[in-house]
């Protein structure tokens, strides 16, 4: 600490030093400073005594330092605003734009006021260098006083750059212009006739970062007639021989804007054939460039389906692209895949198969699937390779091609059901959801064709209870099949499946599922063979993806970020007014908004009734799942570029969804509040909040920590003193530093580890003494290991096993406790609120005024615990029994028991 | 737009953080460190967090990252890091690296400054920077008025590529047409894809502001003026065989529509070394080498190689340099090879079995063979990544497309000498599957 008092002291006194070669050493050491993050602030008055130095690059180095701190010191960045004023007049055109440039960086509103008198000035200077600045200024200006930009008139200044005779400033008008249009109530700038031909002949001479401001600017203009149309494009096509991928993409996007407005077909055709070339020359950019391009072919393949005709070598997949790049070729190959090419794009599709890496080969595997829907005269020989695929006995190879093979027998049902016999050969491993759902699918569906199904949907059936909902649903429906198909073999099968399904699952799909077959088929098995095994919708392959109307605003925003992500600009950009197009004629912005959100849910509803036709069509209910399933994967795969790391929560979303009870039955990552570990006194400034949390199979230590110094810290360190579970804290406290007030979250993984349990025979207790470093100090305290977290998630026991272990153990051991002033009874409530810790529900019964329900979960270092729960109603209260083969933690659990039932 | 440029290496120190507009805070850093660097896949180079946008470029053993909040133009973004990166380059020399940024920090924020003003790319031609931003030793003493208004004026000029009042006592021109080779054969021998992606890179020392006018033997054009009738042209010299060039990109001084309406190619060049056009051919290319590779898996231990390399350009001509990269399975223990010509080594950081031939005579079949020796045990899958070339082979083309003329037209210009190189290039993109 003391070391960089005097580094700071030793600094100022150089800055105010009569030293010129000192003073400009002393400031670019703050300017480094600065830049990782050292707080140099206090430095600030002696900083700004260096601004009216002769030399530039001091100065910039001066003017950036106010850039940064002038907002924390606003009483004495006024001090500057004179030497502003007189460098905004200086004979040096570099000098006055730098000083503009600066003026509109510095976002305290005292300076702010001053700046209008000389950017009034600058924005008509004859130096295009100066004016081009303060164009950009204006914008900048925008953003922090709208007001004062339409009463000060710089919108009509700016506008009249427009007609410059400098390209630059032309460009960079347009963009603080649009700039202004995006957050403006209305419009301040439309194109029209008279400005078109200005914003042309700009374009022709711009460098090329003005060509796409122009370009893009251009994009939202629409042709009053077709000539017009056809004479902008034949100004933009020469764009597209530009070396920078960004004209050349900004030139597509105003070509197939402008394009809409041309009937003639002659025309549009040539317009294909020379954006053509122009669209493939973009892969010789490096990866990054490559990978945008790539996306934007892809949507516009999507809309123009044979623009890209014959050109489908060039995305053959080299060995070292990387592979973000390797997985949208792959893609635009699947979209180019026709009756011609479809031997040759066999082969590679097989060569990538064979790669290393995981991702890529499953793609290309699903690509020989796709190819086979989309071009029947292929499939034969697509199956051909896939049964050489399978031959590889790699085994994610494997999966894939299960799920592949599935979707072809959806497209040509009873033709290809030989190879069978080879699949089934081959399902040694099948740990995929999908593949997994995928084989007992075909089992089902195929089961009077395979010899052994009864013996192979067994084996499956074998695990039940612990598979994902969806492998779950397909088994049941798999079993009906089976059933319907082969009755005399498999009754038990089916009654087994029926009730475990009915009484013993929470998943009301499954459950409810499971009641409308057993109804079917108690019913009327003949009607219900007809409706489970009747002749199901085929599948589609097709090249779109996307819904017309999608499609066409990710082409109108070609090649900006949407275009990217595939996703409109609103999805993923807070607070920004949508894009419109010129010709909607929205004179209220509220209004442009209305009609979008309108047109969204349109689509939604569009949507439903997709899914709901699909729903009437009884023939298809058992298959059913399936679809909604691809429906379900394409939102959430679309969902998980946003939020790479909520995927998991996305997941539990979905299941609330299709629960019946709404949020009731699932469980949720509920936020609890934090408590206080560390106080800032104790801590001297460090204020630490923490909670330990079980998520993902592991337990976590969540901590928020706040500084309360004016002094940055940092060297932050964690450790536990052994305890009673062996919890051991696995990371950081927390990564670099903490700035003054603020608050960072941590969250530090604590497996348990058997070395760090503190054997002591007399006491065990939840308490954990914890010391935490920071700069070097330590302070210790301590908090509490809520049990339920040392509660893992494969803690249910079947029935039977339940009843097995509760004989097992001694009825002396059973440990009884009671408790009362319940607030809640409710069975239902009880259970959601131990199932959301960890503790499962295995049965209930009812005995005379009683309600008695059991319970299981499992610990690390205690193994299974078993609960005899029976409630009182008219007492509200309850009589817990609890028997453990390891009982120290028994009198824990009962008190974090009474804990959670007197929660909410 | 760009909200923001980060410098930062893959240890999650930050060399630069330059922050342009506010809609971003310095907590940035920390999301792209744990989003991003601790991800340590290598993903896509587009990352959303939560509202914020993140594309990165690595270079050497850091990134440069552009961070935004807005629906940005992401071409426009990667360029721009590439510009970035070329200017960069023409300011410390090719192999600039953490510790050049960081030495010269205060050029570099001058820079930032410089080419981007809030968050619109500006100026960016190295050239016309180095007249205004300059490196520390090479700082001039305080300029004329005038001249400072001739630089903010070619800062924003129309030829901002090059200055005015050049002259040189011995006018030049060097052009280099260097031919990259991206081709891919199956095992099978078949050409699956056999891209030329060509560069004309010009070097000119030329007085003044010349007026250049380049001609190919580009069969749209040639077609053009011969009116479609093709028996007129003669074929004695071989520079005259029309070729069909499927795209063209131009450096910003060739005149775009120009090129549109009739395909001349005419410019005034910047002062020295320019890209000034790319090319990609990709019909009736010749192939300089037929390549037959034999891999044999024999046992679970041994692999057996034989690699067959024929050139089949003429005898007068030459390969400098050719490489042959072998790949064998990552579990080789020894590779025992024969060859006649050139030196072969097992390289067991790549991999490879490397064959290096100093000089490939035209018309000449070279071989290799190999056992190669595993290691038993570990049996993992092997990908059996392709074979890759490398080589240089001056005055050959594979497109074959020839410099029919070019014209310097400017009044102070009375000789100028002209140079005409040609070179075909692999370097490991000449690939053959095993």
Redesign the interface.
């Known amino acids: 600490m003391s070391k960089q008092r005097d580094e700071l002291h030793e600094l100022r006194l150089k800055l105010s030093g009569e030293n010129a070669s000192h003073q400009k050493e002393a400031v670019k050491q703050v300017v480094a400073y600065m830049t990782v993050g050292k707080d140099v602030s206090s430095l600030f008055t002696e900083v700004l005594k260096c601004m009216t130095t002769e030399d530039l690059e001091m100065k910039k180095l001066v003017y950036l330092y106010l850039m940064t701190y002038a907002k924390f010191k606003p009483d004495l960045s006024i001090l500057v605003v004179n030497s502003f004023i007189q460098d905004a007049k200086d004979e040096n055109p570099l000098v006055r734009a730098l000083a503009i440039r600066t003026m509109g960086s510095i976002r305290v509103e005292e300076v702010t006021e001053y700046l209008c008198q000389p950017l009034r000035r600058c924005l008509k200077d004859d130096d295009p260098y100066v004016k081009k600045t303060a164009a950009l200024c204006v914008a900048k200006l925008f953003e922090m006083d709208p007001e004062l930009i339409e009463s000060q008139g710089f919108i009509e200044d700016l506008l009249a750059l427009i007609t410059d005779s400098n390209s630059m400033v032309v460009s960079n008008a347009l963009a603080a212009l649009q700039e202004i249009n995006s957050v403006a109530s209305k419009p301040v700038f439309v194109i029209d006739k008279k400005n078109l031909s200005k914003i042309l002949n700009a374009m022709g001479e711009a460098n090329e970062w003005s060509q796409v401001f122009i370009l893009d600017t251009l994009s939202t203009y629409t042709p009053r007639n077709e000539r017009e149309a056809e004479s902008l494009i034949e100004r933009i096509i020469p764009r597209m021989s530009h070396k920078n991928a960004a004209v050349v993409l900004s030139s597509v996007r105003a070509i197939l804007q402008f394009m809409s407005n041309i009937k003639s077909k002659k025309v549009l055709e040539t317009y294909y054939r020379k954006m053509a070339p122009s669209l493939v020359s973009l892969l010789t950019n490096p990866p990054e460039v490559q990978y945008v391009a790539l996306k934007n072919i892809n949507l516009v393949v999507q809309k123009y389906p044979t623009i890209l005709k014959g050109s489908h070598k060039v995305f053959f997949c080299r060995y070292n692209d990387p592979t973000y790049v390797k997985m949208e070729k792959l893609e635009i190959l699947i979209m180019l895949a026709n009756e011609d090419n479809v031997e040759a794009l066999l082969k590679e599709f097989k060569v990538y198969a064979q790669e290393v890496d995981v991702t890529f080969v499953r793609k290309a595997v699903r690509a020989i699937g796709l190819a086979a829907i989309k071009i029947p005269s292929a499939t034969q020989r697509c199956i051909k390779h896939l049964l050489s695929l399978i031959k590889s006995q790699i085994h994610y190879v494997t999966q894939e091609v299960v799920v592949v093979v599935k979707d072809i027998f959806r497209k040509y049902p009873n033709k290809y059901e030989s190879i069978i016999g080879t699949l089934c050969n081959s399902l040694t491993t099948l740990d995929d959801i999908e593949s997994k759902s995928s084989m007992i699918w075909i089992i089902g569906q195929y089961a009077d064709r395979i010899e052994n199904s009864e013996e192979l949907l067994e084996s499956f059936l074998e695990t039940f209870d612990e598979e994902n909902p969806e492998v779950q649903l397909q088994l049941l429906t798999s079993t009906v099949k089976l059933f319907l198909h082969k009755p005399e073999d498999s009754q038990e099968l089916l009654q087994d499946v029926l009730s475990t399904a009915t009484q013993e699952s929470e998943n009301p799909d499954l459950r409810e599922r499971a009641y409308i077959y057993w109804r079917m088929l108690s019913t009327d098995p003949d009607v219900a063979k007809e409706i489970i095994l009747g002749e199901k919708p085929l599948i589609e392959g097709t090249n779109r993806k996307y819904h017309i109307d999608l499609l066409e605003t990710l082409l109108f925003n070609i090649p900006s970020l949407s275009s990217v992500f595939h996703k409109p600009p609103e999805n993923f950009v807070t607070n920004v007014k949508v894009f419109l197009r010129e010709d909607e004629e929205i004179e209220n912005d509220e209004e442009g908004i209305l009609q979008v959100e309108e047109e969204r849910e349109k689509e939604q509803e569009k949507q439903q009734e997709e899914t709901t036709n699909t729903n009437q069509n009884i023939g298809s209910l058992i298959d059913f799942n399936s679809e909604s399933k691809q429906q379900q994967n394409q939102n959430t795969q679309q969902q998980r570029t946003t939020h790479v790391v909520q995927s998991q929560d996305i997941r539990q979303n979905n299941n609330v969804n299709q629960d019946e009870y709404g949020m009731g039955l699932s469980k949720m990552n509920v936020d609890i509040p934090k408590k206080l570990i560390l106080d800032a006194e104790k801590g001297e400034g460090l204020e630490i909040k923490g909670i330990f949390q079980r998520r993902e199979n592991s337990i976590f230590y969540e901590l928020s920590l706040t500084n309360k110094t004016q002094a940055p810290i940092g060297g932050f360190a964690c450790v536990f003193n052994t305890n009673s579970f062996g919890l051991k804290p696995n990371g950081w406290l927390l990564d670099g530093v903490l700035m003054p007030m603020q608050t960072r979250g941590s969250s530090i993984p604590c497996p348990i580890e058997t070395s760090h349990i503190k054997h002591q025979n007399d006491q065990i207790s939840n308490l954990i003494q914890l010391a935490i470093g920071k700069d070097s100090q330590v302070y210790y305290c301590q908090d509490e290991v809520p049990f339920h977290v040392l509660c893992t998630e494969d803690g249910k026991l079947g029935r039977s096993e339940f009843l097995k272990a509760w004989k097992d153990i001694p009825d002396e051991v059973e440990s009884l406790k009671e408790i009362t002033d319940l607030t809640e009874s409710n069975s239902n409530i009880i259970k959601l609120k131990l199932e959301n810790k960890n503790i499962f529900f295995v049965a209930k019964r009812k005995a005379d005024e009683l309600e008695i329900m059991y319970f299981s979960l499992k610990t690390e270092m205690a193994g299974f615990v078993l609960l005899e729960l029976a409630i009182d109603h008219n007492s509200n209260s309850i009589q817990l029994a609890t028997r453990a083969n390891n009982i120290d933690f028994v009198g824990m659990l009962e008190l974090e028991i009474e804990k959670i039932l007197k929660e909410y | ?1 760009i909200s923001g440029i980060l410098f930062i290496n893959e240890l ?1 120190k ?4 330059r922050i ?3 809609d971003i805070t ?1 907590s940035f850093i ?1 999301q792209f ?1 744990i ?1 991003v660097l601790a991800a340590k896949k ?5 990352k ?1 967090v ?2 914020t ?1 993140f ?1 990165f ?1 690595r270079i050497g053993s850091f990134f440069i990252v552009a961070v ?9 973004v ?5 510009t970035i990166i070329e200017i960069f380059k023409g300011y410390f020399g090719e192999k600039f690296n953490e510790n050049t940024i960081r030495t010269n ?2 050029l570099v ?2 820079l930032l ?1 410089e080419i981007i ?2 968050g ?6 190295t050239d016309i920077l180095k007249l ?1 931003i300059t490196r520390e030793n090479q ?1 001039q003493t ?1 300029k004329s ?1 005038e001249s ?2 001739q ?3 070619k ?4 030829i ?1 590529w090059r200055q005015e009042g050049l002259k040189y006592s011995r006018n030049e021109v060097f052009l280099d047409i260097v031919e990259n080779l ?1 081709f ?1 054969v ?1 095992n099978s021998g078949k050409f ?2 056999s ?1 030329v ?1 060509g560069e004309i890179i010009m070097k000119s020392r030329l007085s003044g502001m010349p007026d250049c006018k380049l001609g190919l033997n580009d069969k749209v054009l040639l077609d053009k003026r011969s009116g479609g009738k093709r028996t007129k042209m003669k074929n004695t010299r071989g520079g005259n065989t029309p070729i069909v060039i ?7 001084c060739v005149k ?2 120009k ?2 309406t009739d395909r001349s190619i005419s410019f005034v060049p910047p002062d020295g070394e320019f ?1 000034c056009a ?1 090319y ?1 051919v ?1 019909e009736n290319v010749k192939k300089p080498f037929k390549v037959i590779p034999i891999v044999k898996e024999r046992g679970a231990i041994t692999v057996d190689v034989k690699v067959t390399v024929i050139s089949l350009f003429s005898e007068n001509l030459f390969a400098k340099n050719t490489v042959v990269r072998i790949p064998t399975p990552p579990n080789t223990a020894e590779c025992v090879i024969t060859t006649q010509t050139g030196k072969a080594k097992y390289d067991p950081q790549i991999n490879c079995i490397v064959w290096s031939i100093k000089r490939f005579q035209g018309k000449e079949e070279l071989s290799l063979s190999a056992e190669v020796n595993l290691i038993r045990g570990k049996q993992s ?1 092997w ?4 074979i890759s070339l490398d080589f240089t082979i001056p005055s050959y083309t594979s497109s074959g497309l020839r410099v029919r003329y070019l014209k310097v037209v400017e009044k102070s210009i009375t000789e100028v000498v002209k140079w005409v190189r040609y070179l075909c290039v692999s370097k ?2 000449f ?1 053959v ?1 095993i």
Do not use: W
């Open positions: 737009m999650g930050v060399l630069i953080s342009y507009r506010q310095i920390d460190k989003k290598t993903t896509n180079p587009i959303h939560e509202g946008t594309c470029r935004t909040k807005k629906n940005i133009n992401a071409a426009l990667f360029e721009f890091l590439n920090f205060s924020y001058e400054d003003d809030f619109y790319p500006q100026t960016t031609e205004y700082r305080k008025k400072v208004k630089i903010s004026i800062a924003t000029g129309v901002g991206h891919l199956s699956l894809k891209d992606f499927d795209d063209v990109t131009f450096h910003q775009l529509s090129f549109d890209q790319s990609r990709t899958v990908s059996r990544p392709p490991g993109t690939q599957r």
